[in-house]
């Protein structure tokens, strides 16, 4: 159990370090060391856990709560916690005394406008990660079309197009429509 523990605190200490742009940039390299590297959860369980930490209250990367929960209980839970949210804290404290002393600095610019991009980028590898372990057959590819085009052409609120999707969804796959 030791040994477990000192392994969930050692990746979540690094994806808390990799997490450039918010918790969406590191899902693709969660999955892949919670999936194929360490197999503590499946496919299924991770997409599960990542879509009870998008309807949950809070902030949605708490389903690494979840995560560590499910590998070592509650032990496993407080591990994780800690060990994705503390690291990441400090280096903002930190980071954000050192941006204000140097903020006339020419490279202070330089470093913010070249994180925006890399950023971004990590969120989309994080949202393209989620879909392919999410979108598996027409119907889901038809749901996360229709969410993203109606959220494009108008302000609406995800839990409207949550509760739409998943009905629609269970509908489809209960064979009501089928």
């Known amino acids: 159990m030791g040994h477990k523990l000192l392994s969930l605190a050692w990746v979540f200490v690094l ?20 999936v194929h590297q360490f197999h503590w959860v499946t496919d299924q369980q991770f ?5 009870l930490g998008q ?13 560590g929960y499910r590998i070592a209980g509650v032990a496993g839970a407080a591990v994780v916690t800690f060990a994705f949210f503390l690291p990441d804290c400090l ?13 006339d600095s020419p490279w202070r610019q330089a470093v913010q406008r070249s994180m925006a991009p890399i950023a971004i980028g990590l969120m989309l590898s994080g949202t393209f990660a989620i879909a392919r372990l999410s979108i598996h057959n027409a119907v889901s590819f038809a749901i996360a079309a229709a969410s993203l085009g109606i959220l494009m052409w108008r302000r609406i609120n995800p839990v409207i197009l949550i509760a739409v999707g998943g009905t629609i969804y269970l509908i489809f796959k209960s064979g009501i429509l089928a």
């Open 15 to 34: 994806l808390s370090l990799l997490a450039v742009g918010g918790g969406t940039a590191v899902l693709p390299e969660m999955q892949h060391m919670t």
């Open 47 to 51: 997409r599960d856990i990542y879509s």
């Open 55 to 67: 309807v949950a209250p809070g902030p949605n990367m708490l389903m690494v709560m979840v995560i």
């Open 91 to 103: 280096l903002t404290l930190y980071a954000n005394r050192m941006w204000r002393r140097y903020q």
